[in-house]
């Protein structure tokens, strides 16, 4: 399933999100997001908001009544930004409740990025725990891509892959849940290579004036 965003259509879209099927997209921001339907699972059906992917998990849960204790789950997700931008990061952010009446609950995950233009050798992998606090818990990572290296020939990292995993675990009396997933990409605005000529150009033409005011003076 592809979730497309562009930025010409993010006036009229605004902020509202928009609930994507496997053959509906919505439109707004600078990037597109490919999701498998058929991996959803315990993430549930994704939604776009800019340039935001988000999910809302139904039935992603531990508890010590249901076997086994823990719940995995992993999902890939491939990022294409729009024409004219390139791809230099992604944050995430996760949210859910928990119960503790004796015994342990937590949450941990992996966030990675893997180059599918250059080498798939390139990966960046973090790792994350849930804070839990008060009923409720977060988790955050952040992918920061290279300056270089990555993108293949060009050195413009325009498709990236991206995988979540994530395991919640409940022992005892206690239970935990997950109740939100966000994914953003963050991107740059890549100048048209009839901008780099007009640049180009423009420094020759100073050039050509420095030397030709230094032949004056001297």
């Known amino acids: 399933m592809k979730i497309n965003n562009h930025h010409a259509r993010a006036a009229s879209l605004g902020c509202a999100l928009a609930m994507l099927s496997a053959s509906a997209a919505a ?3 600078n990037v597109t997001y490919t999701v498998d339907a058929a991996g959803w699972g315990l993430f549930g059906t994704p939604t776009v908001s800019g340039d935001t992917l988000l999910f809302a998990p139904a039935g992603f849960s531990a508890s010590q009544t249901s076997a086994p204790l ?3 789950a992993t999902i890939n997700i491939t990022v294409t930004a729009a024409p004219g931008y390139s791809l ?3 944050s995430l952010s996760e949210s859910g ?3 503790l009446f004796g015994g342990s609950a937590y949450a941990t995950g992996s966030f990675k990025a893997v180059d599918i233009e250059g ?3 390139n990966q960046i992998p973090v790792s994350f725990s849930g804070v839990l606090d008060g009923g409720t818990w977060n988790a955050h990572a952040t ?3 290279p300056a270089t290296g990555w993108g293949g020939t060009d050195g413009e990292v325009s498709s990236v892959t991206l995988t979540l995993s994530n395991l919640l675990y409940a022992s005892g009396n206690a239970s935990i849940w997950k109740e939100g997933v966000s994914i953003t990409s963050h991107v740059t605005a890549v100048p048209e290579a009839d901008t780099y000529a007009m640049l180009l150009a423009g420094l020759g033409l100073v050039g050509f004036m420095a030397r030709r005011r230094a032949r004056h003076t001297a």
């Open 88 to 90: 230099n990061g992604f």
């Open 119 to 121: 080498t798939t050798g």
């Open 143 to 145: 992918i920061a891509l």
């Open 70 to 72: 823990g719940k995995t």
């Open 97 to 99: 409740g928990y119960t």
């Open 27 to 29: 439109m707004a921001g």
